[in-house]
């Protein structure tokens, strides 16, 4: 089992990447393998072609479990994660692969936006997202009980899905 | 292992519901249990307590997998469908049922439907929503391959999903 | 000026009507002309023909400003306003109405829903949809500021159609 | 008046533009003012404060009308695009500006993508998004009706909008 985490903020080692590596964690009982912090892509990620770019598209593809997280920008994921998920082949790119949408925002007001809208692009890409989308309050998710309420609710779907794969 | 189909076209024993009935037994290699064509509900369901209704409700929330069916109007699922699951209970009316969005319309311009729209509200009453929305042309899925390619690719994960409930 | 307010709450006379009538008068400055509170049109909703539901349509067909309020069920509108809506052409049912997206809900988390759910089908009807899905708290909307602040935002912009209509 | 489109294909020159531009003239019967193809400002989309994309963003905030022109990328608008739409303010960045969401694809399968996904982040920003979306076949815009009928449906609501402000 290989388990990524994909942080779509443009500032680096942010709050949102460390609240993807706990749900993955929270969900599957260990830490992850891979982290990918999209901003160190840099500039590969706006043409075709990059070989960094190209080797962080194959850890995703090949992880059992991925969990997608952004910061939300204008009620919605941002310009930088999308860039990434632009990368991978429509239809096949996450065949596969377990994909969890997380997005963090500053107020509740925005909480479909993993639901509505991450979701549906991972969908796109052929990952099986069997979980709802996770949002969370990025000043409080360390102390309140939302991550670890959806993380016991879906383990045991993550677990089926990957003992069946 | 408890298969359901329900249907929301405002036409009895629709297409929608025959294209139900054949997903639920492709994705399962078994006929459906149980089919619930929500008019048949009738006036029961512009209110709450009415005794057939619960008993349909009932029926849903109980099945291993329900393909919940619906013509396109307006751009997205019909009132009537939207009426029938409004009756459920908000985060665990469909906890621990395989629920699978199906939408057929007259062209392919909504073929986003499913996924954006019928989806999220399965995924609102606590539904696995595993498999991404389908969406067939009314016209032609008896014949074209749409709902069997669609079968082919996401059997294996509603059987994963059934052996881990 | 025709203004109409249409609600699809299944309780009669709900603070949904009166949020919706509140809504009318603040941004056009005079009181609602007609009031359609959508449960008392019935059984008739279900089927089609029904005398009394057409007069309903026509009456929003031929308006000038609607607003479509609905609670919040399942993290989108009621089945009971989409049965109604279902009863309107699509693509020209509210050409040149200009169509208000309001929905109430007890909590800020569906907020997104008016814009991302509820214009969308108004849109899909033909409706000019220029302002943005209002969401209000159920419980504070008649203390809160939400309401005039949209209203002192988007008033301006009714005017602007209303004249070039 | 000021007439500004805004292309996010991250192929220069593209057809996504030549589209934006069609669109701007017939909605408005002038030529564009400006024409922002997003992809020539590289490398400094990914964080804040670059001058060109500064100057961009005025550009738009100060225009009458703006087409913003998308092609499909895995069932919704470029990360190229919302890495542009990032740099605005939220709630404000689009006041006053009438702004239309325009989506070409291979196929009809996404025709809802502009309604339901990149019109919602125009409307976020403060857009007056009084026009439903439009959804152009890459292949045939230039022959088929699409954009005339489109055009000719809304030049109007773009004149009394641009009258009003």
Redo the contacts between chains.
Sequence with gaps: MTITVVAGN?KPASRTLDAGRRLAEALTGLPADHVIDV?DL??G????GDEDVRRAVETVSGSSLVVFASPT??????????????Q?A?GTGLAGVVSVPLMLGA???????P???LK??L???GG???L??LYLIDSTYTEDSALADYASRWS??V???I???
């Design positions: 443009p901003v840099g500039p990620l706006l043409g075709w920008f204008k009620a919605t994921y941002t310009g930088l994660l999308k860039l990434f998920l632009d991978f429509g107020g509740p007001g925005h909480a479909l936006a639901e509505l809208l549906p692009v969908s796109e890409l099986t997202c069997a709802p989308g045991p779907t677990a089926a899905l003992a069946g794969r």
